[in-house]
Every structure is written in C-alpha cells, then in structure tokens.
C-alpha cells in the first residue's frame, strides 16, 4: 500500500484524513511540510510539527520526524488503543505497556501485533 498523499489546505483536513482511514495514516513528509509553509525540515521546524501533530490530536512514527520530504511517517490517533500501544512500547510505563499488550493478546488480534512488529522493524 502506497502512502497517502496528502494535498490538504489545514491541519484540520489532516486531522480528518487520519480519521478517515481508521485512525492510522502513513504520509510523506512534504505534506507536513508544505502545512508548516516551511522551506526545509530542520529540527526547529521539525519540532513545531510535532508540537502542532499533537495539538490536533495525531501522534506520529517515528519518535522524531525524519528530515526530508521523501521520508514516510505514520500518523495515528492520540487516545485510540493504536496510540495505547505506541506509547506503551516506546515508554518507560511497563505496567501500561503490559496492559496494552495483553489487551491485543485477548483480542486475539495476532495480525494487528505483526502489522505493529513490521511497523517498528522498519524505524
């Protein structure tokens, strides 16, 4: 599956993008760029994406968002039990982290934690 391409005018269509797909979007970074009206992905800029992602609610993959407009990231949810088990894997909470994790193993979603395991081997 491709990444999408976002071409929206607002954060907020963003926002609605990631809820339309099931809480969970991958897209490249030249979107957030150009939402930004940035002309380069430094840290500064890089930071204030992150910053503005979860003032809309969107958490993203990787931790720290990659510095060229041809990296892919996944934005997902803030509050869904996706964004439960991103924090609680990349977290230092292991009694939440544990919580997530068996919810996924008595949901017997085995194809939702290999889809998560693919995710993170690709950071």
């Known amino acids: 599956m491709e990444p999408y391409e976002f071409d929206g005018t607002s954060w907020d269509d963003l926002r609605k993008a990631v809820e339309d797909n099931g809480g969970v979007l991958r897209i490249y970074m030249a979107g957030l760029r150009e939402l930004q009206n940035a002309g380069r992905l430094g840290i500064n ?3 204030d994406i992150s910053r503005r992602l979860a003032g809309i609610g ?6 720290e ?13 803030l509050g869904t039990p996706a964004a439960d088990v991103v924090e609680a894997v990349r977290g230092d909470n292991f009694a939440r982290a544990e919580q997530a994790l068996r919810r996924l193993n008595t949901k017997g979603d085995a194809e939702k934690l290999a889809a998560i395991a693919a995710i ?3 950071e």
């Open 45 to 47: 800029v890089r930071n």
């Open 58 to 63: 969107l958490g993203h993959l990787p931790a």
């Open 65 to 77: 968002l990659p510095p060229y407009q041809e990296n892919q990231i996944v934005l997902f949810q």
């Open 120 to 122: 993170l081997s690709d």
